[in-house]
């Protein structure tokens, strides 16, 4: 579970307030005023030529703008170069091997079917590298960060992956040029509205589509490609002694549209009203893991309440003849797989959940409750899972009635709504020294950029398996108390602030400028290891104001 | 709080399948429609010019694309078995309907990235057929290459009984009158955007309530609750992705703007603009242009004032002056707040309401009903309340429907004409599929009826008298084969009689009223 801790922002920004600052060795920084023209939607960072220093990349309108950084710094009034852009729909990527291993470039795919390259040698912009032309590329109008440069076959060279009409085209770099490219279903999400008199509601569309899934699947150490839409799973297996890296035809696929005309359609004149979540015999997954430590993915396929394990081999998977199948009854409601014994061999998790009926929701609706959900651990020996489940894991979810969790809802959401900068400062983490095992924390309070170094945890990436339960192998019983984990919520700041609310800066750095509307980000641009400082100050209907903190 | 619970609660509490008796005081002849997605867009057009409406519905397959399936009506108020299918290319991003060409019966009007088409359902294919209206780079520049997409952008706006469009585009609207034989000229541009704003600015900084539970292999069970209050800078400064950092999407582009609404917002007679966009200090802005007659919706607003814009908004005439006035609906939980705020004649004080109501229960909707069409309009109001003591004795929720009267001091009575008050529990939770509906006139007698499912998943009817009273039985039932979860009254024919569409859970059936 996450929670955000509090010390009710203003009462943070006052106790900040109060300390004055130590003289700590902190960073030396230089000032450089900028400004970005107010249309600026973000900057990149990105060393393009290879000095050890990040350049700033921006689109304006229909030009990609670099400002360039030198030793001195950066000189946001002139010292700038731009890539006008010949068209209005321009897919760009930052490229880093697709030229030169060396540096980054930036990429430019016009139309969707003319691949060039602009790189920056010292400060000067070099004319246009024709990658590629007459690709099949689909892209919509708009100057568009699209990350189609990905090294997908660990060669160092970049690959191209090009969105189309609903299909992703994979190219393969080599030293020869791009192979032929591989097609793939994408599984592309737009959402639109262009309707008119909805008032207060926005037109327009937004697109996502997601990367491709890559790893090794038969442990031949090249990167596999898994594709998922809503109709099939298909993998394919990377063929790198053949003259195509990827086959043209999956090496395996599995129907998923037969499995849910299989399983049948939901009918709600149908319903079983005494068991509700009857209507999990619908649900299905397929899932990639290795279960025999072969090294080698397998594939569980679950439909409603029946588990069956395929083998996969170093060419595909045997899809004929399932090595296991396994039956549940109850309202299954999810399997995966995790080592529960710690053997080294993953373990089939089996969840269930209890029939819920119809009376049961409108109980619930004035009175808290509860869901008994159950996970069943079949034991994996090897080859297969345990026949039947040698252990039993319960949990109780316990939770207010509706009412409650409505009333829980417009609190928070009114406390959410009353925040505003004044209650948070802005902060944010920070690297100003070769310190590894704790982060240093910017503060901007007022004029004032507090720093406080050392003074942040880092956070392990992970939480532990079942951590907010407090598993642990000697028990089977837990509960989860929702009205807990609300309880628990406090709005406000983040857990940063909290950290350092009782401690002294090791440096205030006063702004020659007045904050009236701020914010900080870290990063490094400079050839140091300690990160640079974007101070925001203010922005208006022309520009966006701030001072740049370059570490000495 | 999911504003959709109560009807999903419903939904799930179907019992099995009824008799299939026919119980009515009026004919009917029934049609079943089964289709791939039951609850997906649904459209009745007049396409081949006889006077009697057909169905339109989307429909997609793997190996063919996208088709517009027609089911004709049929002489005997049926509709054919088998649709008509129509192609719907990949570059398609929208479909309309309209009449252009000489030839009896609408046409599609079809909405591509950068062009406007017209294309007839009575002719084959596309060739010869497909006509470019005008060229016009449209908001959304992306197809779903499963779905069709109806939209409303084309209507005759400046009563001419010519169809116009108004097209949204990158960054402003453009209106084009139509001139008939699908000719256009353009007649007025301009933006919703709050141009004295920056994309900084414009940036929504609400705070951000996310919940996830959740059950995977990392973690086993997961129960996220995330409070995010963004700053105007969040993302603006980005670093390259490291080597093996994980890029989770290919691509990720958002476009939107405020919409535009048309209404009668002054005295002129002609349909205006209207939409909200962002204000000072966090508030929003209504922004209004006025249609002139002959120069078309000017660049610039006429009118503007900041209001706060929370909550469900819309512009609908309260008062019977023929303007439409502005109706705001906020709150959350059981605790809203209705404001009106009058039109006086194309203005509005917007820092004052001019009636505030209050109610205290779920999911309310709000709706101002004409019941009969010399009559001033009503606010009919519905919501669901949970007393405690009947949860804990019955297991049961009620169902509360409002009636206030026009009233010439304020505009609404301050307490409701009429109460209807219902009690559901699992025995009769399937009456909780649609609240009911004061809209409809189901038997044509010129008054409008409320329009209910009952307890055993029938669609029924109750008169509503002078004194607005709603009867305590029903004058009207329909007894189907299946559970009805949704009802609309429609016109789909050129007979005063009026018709009806039922939406089942995987069929709908249209009833076409009969002699």
């Given at each position: ?91 760009w ?74 299909v ?7 030293d ?36 491709l ?23 394919f ?42 209507v ?29 394990l ?12 399932p ?35 119809v ?108 951590g ?27 857990p ?20 009236n ?29 701030g001072?740049l903190?370059?570490?000495? | ?31 079943e ?42 002489d ?58 005008l ?26 009984g ?19 034989n ?16 920056t994309?900084?600015q ?53 476009q ?74 906020s ?71 409002l ?23 699992a ?13 409809f ?43 009805v ?29 009969r002699?």
């Open positions: 579970m996450k929670y955000f801790f509090c010390c009710k922002g203003s009462m943070a920004a006052l106790l900040l307030s109060l300390f004055p600052a130590l003289s700590m060795a902190a960073p030396k920084f230089s000032e450089f005023p900028f400004q970005f023209p107010a249309a600026t939607e973000s900057v990149i960072a990105a060393d393009l030529n290879g000095d050890s220093h990040r350049e700033l990349i921006s689109v304006l309108g229909e030009t990609i703008r670099i400002y360039t950084a030198t030793e001195a710094g950066f000189d946001f009034e002139s010292g700038y170069v731009e890539i006008p852009l010949e068209s209005n729909a321009v897919a990527d930052i490229s880093r091997g697709l030229t030169n291993a060396d540096n980054y470039a930036i990429v430019t795919l016009t139309n969707g079917s003319s691949l060039q390259a602009w790189q920056l040698q010292g400060n000067t912009l070099s004319a246009p590298i024709l990658i590629a032309d007459n690709l099949p590329g689909f892209i919509g109008r708009g100057i568009t960060r699209t990350r189609f440069l990905r090294d997908i076959n660990g060669d160092d060279l970049e690959d191209l992956v090009i969105p189309g009409a609903g992703l085209y994979i190219y393969i770099n080599t020869a040029g791009f192979q032929s490219p591989l097609t793939i279903q994408s599984e592309t999400r737009t959402r639109t509205q262009l309707d008119l008199d909805r008032l207060n509601v926005s037109s327009g569309q937004s697109v996502t589509i997601p990367f899934e890559l790893r090794d699947v038969n442990n031949d150490g090249s990167a596999d490609l898994i594709s998922r839409t809503e109709a099939r799973l298909d993998v297996l990377a063929a790198t002694a053949a003259d195509a890296y990827f086959p043209r035809v999956p090496s395996y696929s599995v129907d998923i549209a037969a499995i849910e005309a299989r399983l049948g359609e939901f009918d709600v004149d149908n319903v079983d009203f005494s068991n509700l979540t009857g999990l015999a619908l649900t299905h997954e397929e899932i990639l893991d290795d279960v025999d430590n072969d090294g080698i993915e397998d594939l569980l396929i679950r439909e409603g309440g029946k588990v069956s395929f083998s996969g081999n170093a060419t595909g998977m045997n899809l004929e003849t090595r296991q199948v396994l039956r549940s009854g109850g309202n299954v409601l999810s399997t995966f797989l995790y080592d529960e014994n710690e053997d080294g061999l993953n373990d089939l998790w089996l969840w269930r959940v209890e029939p819920i009926s009376g049961d929701l409108f109980v619930w609706l004035a009175l808290s409750g509860s869901i008994a959900i159950e996970a069943f651990v079949y034991p994996n020996d090897g080859d297969r899972f345990a026949r039947r489940p040698n252990r039993r894991i319960s949990v109780e979810l316990r939770f207010p009635s509706v009412m409650r969790l409505a009333n829980y809802y417009e609190s928070i959401s009114t406390q959410a709504d009353q925040l505003d900068s004044d209650s948070v400062p802005p902060h944010s983490i920070a690297r100003l020294d070769s310190e590894n095992d704790r982060q240093d924390l910017l503060v901007l309070l007022g004029d004032q950029l507090r720093v406080f170094m050392n003074s942040i945890e880092v956070e392990a990436e992970e939480e532990a398996f079942l907010s339960l407090g598993y642990s192998r000697e028990r089977d019983d837990y509960r989860i108390n929702i009205r807990d984990v609300i309880d628990n919520i406090q709005i406000g700041s983040s940063q602030l909290r950290q350092v609310e009782d401690q002294q800066a090791d440096q205030i750095i006063e702004l020659d400028v007045p904050v509307r701020g914010d900080i980000a870290a990063l490094p641009l400079n050839a140091d290891e300690v990160d640079d400082i974007f101070v925001f100050t203010d922005y208006d209907t022309s520009q966006i104001r001072l903190l370059l570490s000495q | 709080m999911n504003r959709r619970f109560f009807s999903l609660l419903a939904l799930l509490a179907t019992t099995a399948s009824l008799p299939a008796l026919l119980s009515a005081q009026t004919n009917y002849t029934a049609f429609l089964r289709r791939q997605d039951n609850w997906g867009p649904m459209r009745f057009v007049d396409l081949n010019g006889d006077q009697a409406l057909d169905i339109a519905v989307p429909h997609y397959d793997a190996v063919l694309g996208r088709e517009l399936h027609v089911y004709e009506q049929l005997n108020g049926n509709f054919s078995a088998e649709p008509q299918r129509i192609e719907i290319k990949t570059e398609i991003i929208a479909i309309a309907f309209a009449d252009l060409r000489p030839e009896p019966g609408e046409e599609l009007i079809l909405f591509a990235s950068n062009g406007v088409f017209s294309l007839s359902s009575q002719l084959p294919g596309y060739t010869g057929n497909l006509k470019l209206l060229q016009w780079n449209l908001l959304a520049s992306i197809p779903d290459l499963e779905q069709v997409r109806f939209t409303n952008l084309a209507r005759d706006i400046n009563d001419d010519h169809v116009d469009l108004l097209l949204p585009g990158d960054d402003n609207y453009e209106l084009f009158l139509g001139q008939g699908e000719d256009f000229v353009a007649a007025g541009e301009f933006t919703t955007l709050n141009a004295d704003l994309p900084i414009r940036r929504s900084l609400e705070a951000d309530l996310d919940a996830e539970l959740s059950i995977n292999s990392e973690r086993g069970i997961v129960i996220d609750v995330n409070v995010d209050v963004p700053s105007p800078f969040a993302g603006f400064v980005q670093s390259v992705a490291r080597e093996g950092e994980d890029q989770e999407n290919l691509l990720q582009t958002d939107w703007m405020p919409t535009a609404t048309l209404a009668h917002l002054n005295a002129d007679g002609l349909t205006d603009l209207a939409y909200i966009n962002a204000g000072e200090a966090g508030l929003g802005r209504l922004n209004i242009h006025y249609q002139r007659p002959t120069q078309g919706i000017p660049a610039q607003a006429d009118w503007q004032q900041d209001l706060d814009s929370s909550g469900d908004m819309r512009l609908t005439d309260v008062n019977d002056d023929g303007l439409a006035d502005l109706m705001r609906l709150g959350e939980g059981d605790d809203w707040i209705a404001r009106f705020f009058l039109n006086r004649n194309g203005t509005f004080n917007l820092s004052q309401a001019d009636q505030v109501m209050r109610f205290n229960g779920y999911e309310p909707t709000l709706d101002i009903i004409r019941l009969q069409e010399n009559n001033a309009p009503v606010l009919s109001v519905s919501y669901y309340t949970i007393p405690v003591v009947d949860a804990l004795r019955n297991a049961s929720i009620n169902r509360i429907q009636i206030y009267a026009n009233d010439s001091e304020m505009i609404f009575s301050a307490r409701p004409v009429a109460r209807l008050e219902e009690s559901f529990s025995d009769n939770a399937r009456a909780l599929t649609e609240q009911m509906s004061l809209r006139d189901v038997d044509g007698d010129g008054r409008k009826d409320a329009l209910y499912i009952t307890d055993n998943g029938t669609v029924a009817a109750r008169r509503i008298d002078d004194e607005l009273q709603i009867a305590p039985e029903p004058f009207w039932e329909y007894i189907s084969p299946r559970s979860f949704e009802f609309e009254v429609l016109s789909l024919n050129a007979d005063d009689r009026p018709d009806l569409m039922l939406r089942h859970g995987n069929t709908t059936t249209l009833l076409v009223a002699p």
